[in-house]
Nanobody, 122 residues
Framework: VQLQASGGGLVQAGGSLRLSCAASGRTFSGSAMGWFRQAPGKEREFVAV????????SHADSVRGRFTISRDNAKNTLYPQMNSLKPEDTAVYYC????????????????WGRGTQVTVSS
C-alpha cells in the first residue's frame, strides 16, 4: 500500500490550500481514509475522515466549517480543501488508511503516507 500526499506549502492567514492523497496497492471500497496533522512538539491529531463508500465524513472541531474532505473513488484519491487557514493550522499533514477501531485515533490506521508541510504565516 502506498499513500502519496501532496499540495502543502506556505500560505498567508486567511488563505486556502488543497491537499491530495493518492492511494494505491489495495482495494479501498468500504473502508475509510483519514487526515491527521502534527505540529512541532505536539502529538499527531485527527483532522478529518471520509468513507470511500457513501462519502460519510467527520471533521475535528478545530477545522469544522473551514476544512472539507472529499474523495474521487475512480482515482483512489482524497482531497482535503483547507480554507480560512490560521497560523495554528501549521503542521505536517498525513493521510492514512483506516484499519479498525475508532476513526479518530491514530492507532486505528495501518498505513500512513509521508506528510506534507503546511505553513500558515500571520
Amino acid at each position: 500500500v502506498q499513500l502519496q500526499a501532496s499540495g502543502g506549502g506556505l500560505v498567508q492567514a486567511g488563505g486556502s490550500l488543497r491537499l491530495s492523497c493518492a492511494a494505491s496497492g489495495r482495494t479501498f471500497s468500504g473502508s475509510a481514509m483519514g487526515w491527521f496533522r502534527q505540529a512541532p512538539g505536539k502529538e499527531r491529531e485527527f483532522v478529518a475522515v471520509i468513507r470511500w463508500t457513501g462519502g460519510w465524513t467527520s471533521h475535528a472541531d478545530s477545522v469544522r466549517g473551514r476544512f472539507t474532505i472529499s474523495r474521487d473513488n475512480a482515482k483512489n484519491t482524497l482531497y482535503p480543501q483547507m480554507n480560512s487557514l490560521k497560523p495554528e493550522d501549521t503542521a505536517v499533514y498525513y493521510c492514512a488508511a483506516y484499519s479498525s477501531g475508532s476513526v479518530y485515533y491514530t492507532t486505528s490506521y495501518d498505513y500512513w503516507g509521508r506528510g506534507t508541510q503546511v505553513t500558515v504565516s500571520s
